[in-house]
């Protein structure tokens, strides 16, 4: 009881969607949980409203900012990026200065790991996102080398759509990308292999 | 004899503070800074008095961000304003992001700093933006013992700003106007007022912006935020995503008018138009304060 127990309180109902279902359906069980007094509690049932719509801006603010760091993902799935992203954004909150690229990576694992059960279209989808998830990664400020495999030749797809156009993707084909800072905190390099076994 | 003292010594204080904000300089209009701009604002830069950094973008700076930072200071003021201080927050200050603002401040060497009236983060969760203090007398007085704290780290004037919120949990013991006016008279601290911030919380939570004014110590004005926002169905969002809008510029006029403002900031963050039309508003505010006696 008292305003820590409170700020903690509220810093979890405005970032984890479960818990604020959960308080709102059994708020007197929940607050106590939560170390709260019933006066505490009460007062902040009467701001259910207005702690909802908060949250939900929270969770807009994420996506804009990821939209920025993945955006050819972006514009590979259209609309389907936002829906997906405040699918996972109820499961993940990220920490840190750096919190935004922390979501942009995590995301991008995300839709990797839903791919394997749903199917996203285009089919490359999923790897255009760990690609450029493997671009945040290789600028994290104490990278020095970052790989990833990948099942489509996404530098190509994240050329094409770089430029505007529809990339041609017609089968798979094994991919390894590299990033390498020679220096610390300094310029990326960065190749793209790809292998000619695997062609489906 | 030992009350009377005491007035004594915090009369002569309170004198001392104010005569420090009011010998702060007037810098005039400026930008938050934003990389995209980087180029336009050293081709116009005689039209940016100073500039607004963000100091987390600084935190462990690659060669390329230190090289932006040494460029920056090197050619405009440089006010640091933080995002995660959280001096709302009753756990107290994260050391860490208080060493690294210091830094900055050592680095840069401004009139000023500022930060919110706010929290980020309880309980090892962030909340990813800033969230309200309650109005509380417990509020103010965690507001209170983390600005004391920030300030034994940093001895630059120290500017709190007011912050839109969207969550009013009742159980106030104050209206917000009290309880910014209770912060900033305790911790002696000038006042980043945010115009913008002042609006859509008025709108928001149904009072008058003007009667508001009237009710928090102008005297202590330092510098001014002001950009546009948008609507979410009947609620303003303080998005920094659009032009200025004709409201809060008359909210701004009545400021420039009555509290000696030092400088005021365009923070536009989000669907950045072309540099000409930042530099139109710029000019619009340097006119208003020239009107004013607020710069030349």
């Known amino acids: 009881m008292g305003l820590a127990q409170v700020q903690q309180a509220l810093a979890r109902l405005y970032t984890e969607a479960s818990l604020r279902e959960q308080f709102f359906a059994e708020a007197e069980a929940c607050g106590a949980a939560l170390g709260l007094s019933p006066v505490e509690v009460a007062q902040i049932v009467e701001a259910t409203g207005q702690i909802q719509f908060f949250a939900e801006s929270l969770q807009r603010k994420r996506l804009n900012e990821v939209n920025r760091l993945l955006p050819l993902t972006r514009r590979a799935l259209g609309r389907a990026f936002g829906t997906l992203f405040l699918r996972y954004a109820a499961t993940f909150t990220p920490r840190g200065v750096r919190k935004h690229q922390a979501d942009a990576i995590h995301f991008a694992d995300c839709l990797a790991q839903l791919h394997l059960t749903e199917n996203l279209a285009p089919t490359w989808s999923a790897e255009l996102a760990r690609y450029e998830a493997g671009w945040i990664a290789a600028w994290e400020p104490d990278c020095f080398w970052h790989t990833r495999r990948f099942q489509y030749p996404v530098r190509a797809i994240a050329q094409a759509l770089a430029q505007g156009q529809t990339p041609a993707v017609s089968q798979r084909q094994l991919g390894w990308g590299v990033w390498f800072r020679p220096r610390p905190r300094g310029g990326v390099w960065h190749w793209f292999f790809t292998s000619p076994f695997l062609k489906r | ?296």
């Not at chain 2, 081709?43 to 462990?60: G, P, W």
């Not at chain 2, 983060?121 to 004391?148: Q, S």
């Not at chain 2, 928001?204 to 508001?212: K, M, R, S, T, W």
């Not at chain 2, 710029?282 to 208003?288: E, H, I, K, P």
């Open chain 2, 1 to 296: 004899m030992m009350a009377t003292k005491a007035m004594a010594v915090i009369v002569a204080e309170v004198a001392v503070t104010n005569s420090t904000l009011a010998g702060l300089p007037a810098l005039g209009v400026g930008l938050g800074f934003r990389e995209p701009f980087l180029s336009d604002l050293f081709l116009r830069r005689s039209e940016v008095d100073f500039l607004e950094i963000t100091v987390d973008h600084y935190f462990n700076p690659s060669p390329a961000k230190r090289k932006e930072l040494d460029l920056l200071a090197e050619h405009f003021p440089l006010i640091p304003h933080g995002l995660s201080l959280s001096v709302g927050s009753a756990e107290g200050l994260d050391p860490d992001y208080l060493r690294q603002f210091a830094e900055i401040v050592r680095r840069v060497k401004p009139p000023w700093w500022s930060e919110h009236i706010a929290f980020t983060h309880a309980g090892g969760v962030e909340v990813g933006h800033l969230a309200p203090v309650p109005f509380t007398r417990e509020g103010v007085d965690v507001v209170v013992r983390n600005v004391a704290e920030a300030r034994r780290q940093i001895e630059v004037p120290f500017l709190l700003e007011n912050i839109s919120y969207l969550v009013a949990l009742p159980g106030g013991e104050m209206t917000e106007a009290q309880f910014l006016t209770e912060v900033l008279e305790r911790t002696d601290c000038g006042m980043l007022l945010d115009v913008t911030n002042v609006y859509m919380n008025s709108v928001n939570h149904g009072y008058n912006a003007v009667e508001f004014l009237q009710q928090i110590p102008l005297e202590r004005v330092v510098q001014l935020h002001f950009v546009g926002g948008h609507q979410h169905g009947n609620i303003l969002i303080d998005s920094h995503s659009q032009p200025t809008p004709p409201e809060i510029w008359e909210l701004m006029e009545v400021v420039l008018a009555r509290a000696p403002v030092k400088g005021v900031i365009l923070e536009r963050d989000e669907n950045i138009p072309p540099f000409e039309e930042l530099l139109s508003e710029l000019r619009q505010a340097r006119t208003l304060g020239r009107q004013h006696g607020r710069w030349a």
